[in-house]
């Protein structure tokens, strides 16, 4: 029999066949089961005023320190002459100077070779370029270096101070002082400048003074788990963001600042219920107490702290141990050092100026201060030293 299809012909059986086993497939007399798409869920909608505006990364960052134009970080050499930010302080303080460190402007990257301009910020390409995105390690002013540090490590690049153990120890070395209460003209105001991104490495950044004969704790794991700069603090705004305190601190404590996280009564207090800032606090005032016995008892220049207006420590003229307005000037500054109290005042700052030093690494900053008492003869005996793991 033919199977060739003509139109004198007609189709061939089996196509015929085929044809019908089709058409009973899609009238659903077969077994195979045509799958209904799922409705399409419509999203209510945003009741007003309730409805958040979206916000550009932009807008966030003009919110923070980095953005700010008028900010002493980024105007102190404004009146200079020339106006130009140094060599020593461009890579934090500018645009040009980091972009420089990096090696964006075809420079060697890892140093900064020219003075920047005045009048930059930090700005979006300052962090976001190849370069920096590249970048996953820090090296401290002691010559130790963190690694592993990923999108932070931007962060910590100019959030980790200029000074070390070993910078105070060379200047001490420099100046010839064998004797650590001998004042020597030599010696001269020395802090760390700003550490608070050194403060949760700890004894692996050597940022602090630390003492020869005593061991300090190293980077701060939270639940064994190291939490970056940007795990807490916002990218952009960099405010911290207390809701991933809350994810594991469930307490009815409201703020950061409430925090603790065992019931050692560090200070010697009794108090043990305050967050673990306050423990931190009272010793650090205990030194401040200590800092100015010695400067008036063994010095024999009192001394007086001004906590706005650098180097924060100055004469006090007429030893009432209180700040007076004519005291706080540049042309009044400390001067009267010795290497005991170099070092004091070093840690003091070191914890003074990191307002979160409670939470980066509060055995650290309590490790510090209550060995820097301890050196001044300040009485520690009711207080408790963190151990070190």
């Known amino acids: 029999m033919s199977t060739k299809w003509t139109p004198e012909t007609g189709m061939p059986w089996i196509a015929v066949l085929l044809l019908l086993g089709l058409a009973a497939l899609l009238s659903g007399c077969g077994t195979v089961e045509v799958p209904t798409p ?34 002493e970080a980024f105007v102190h050499w404004d009146e200079d002459d020339p106006p130009e930010v140094p060599v020593a302080c461009a890579k934090c303080h500018s645009r040009p100077g980091f972009l420089d460190f ?94 608070s991104g050194a403060m949760p490495f700890g004894a692996e950044g050597e940022v602090a003074y630390q003492y020869s004969a005593r061991t300090y704790s190293g980077r701060f794991d939270r639940g064994g788990e190291f939490f970056g700069c940007s795990r807490c603090h916002d990218k952009h705004t960099l405010e911290l963001q207390f809701e991933t305190c809350q994810a594991c601190h469930t307490s009815a404590r409201t703020e950061a600042r409430e925090i603790r996280v065992d019931t050692t009564d560090y200070d010697g207090d009794g108090d043990i219920e305050e967050g673990i800032v306050g423990e931190i606090e009272t010793i650090q005032e205990a030194l401040y107490v200590s800092i100015q016995a010695y400067a008036n008892d063994v010095v024999g220049t009192p001394i007086v702290r001004d906590p706005g207006a650098y180097p924060y420590f100055f004469v006090d003229s007429d030893g009432d141990g209180e700040l007076d307005p004519d005291e706080g000037v540049r042309d009044n500054q400390y001067s009267t050092w010795t290497p005991r109290l170099l070092r004091a005042v070093y840690n ?42």
Not at 39 to 68: K, N, Q, R, T
Request: hydrophobic share 35%.
């Open 38 to 71: 799922p409705a399409i869920a419509e999203c209510p909608e945003c009741p007003e005023p309730d409805c958040p505006e979206p916000v550009l990364h932009e807008d966030l960052w003009a919110l923070s320190g980095h953005a700010d134009s008028g900010a």
């Open 102 to 195: 990096l090696g964006v402007d075809g420079t060697e990257a890892g140093t900064v070779e020219s003075a920047a301009q005045v009048g930059t910020t930090v700005t979006c390409f300052v962090c976001h370029n190849e370069a920096s995105t590249d970048m996953d390690s820090v090296a401290f002013a002691s010559g130790t270096k963190a690694r592993g540090l990923g999108p932070d490590a931007r962060c910590v690049e100019c959030h980790q101070g200029r000074a070390a153990t070993v910078t105070v120890d060379d200047a001490i070395a420099e100046a010839g002082v064998t004797d650590d209460d001998a004042t020597s003209e030599e010696l001269g105001f020395m802090y760390a400048h700003y550490a």
């Open 348 to 389: 003091y700052l070191f914890v003074s100026l990191d307002p979160g030093a409670f939470a980066h690494n509060k055995d650290y900053a309590v490790q510090v201060l209550y060995d820097s008492l301890a050196d001044m003869g300040g009485d520690v005996s009711g207080m408790t030293r963190p151990a070190t793991e």
